[in-house]
């Protein structure tokens, strides 16, 4: 990761939610500033195992710290004007837990999601 860039952003671009959400962070000015990593293209990602990133979103910030679930959300959304106040949020204690649990409650579901979404849009599952 180049020392210019703040975060570096591990997301799974097989995903087509995941997709579509990052592809509205990367039309932000500020979006220049991270390295954006799709886990799905089997990129050497060292210590972070491909199947620990693509069970879940994470970003490492420049100090090499990993973050992973909504502590990832956090961190990429102070980032970004507009986003910022629910990076701060997302962060204080007891709504960092409130977030977590969200976050947690979302991934049994991103598979059906996914399946609906492909279909909605007409894309074929990739393997």
Do not use: N
Not at 14 to 35: G, K
Request: hydrophobic share 45%.
């Amino acid at each position: 990761m180049s020392t210019l860039h703040r975060l570096t952003v591990y997301f799974d671009g097989s995903c087509p939610l995941c997709r579509r959400e990052i592809a509205i962070y990367r039309r932000l000015p500020q979006a220049t500033s991270v390295d954006w990593v799709d886990v799905s293209a089997g990129t050497d990602l060292g210590a972070l195992s491909c199947a620990q990133a693509m069970a879940r979103f994470h970003v490492r910030d420049r100090e090499g710290r990993l973050f992973s679930g909504a502590a990832a959300f956090s961190q990429m959304w102070r980032l970004f004007p507009g986003w910022r106040w629910l990076g701060w949020l997302s962060a204080w204690p007891p709504m960092s837990w409130v977030f977590e649990g969200a976050y947690r409650l979302f991934l049994p579901l991103r598979p059906r999601l996914q399946q609906w979404v492909r279909r909605w849009v007409g894309e074929e599952k990739v393997s």
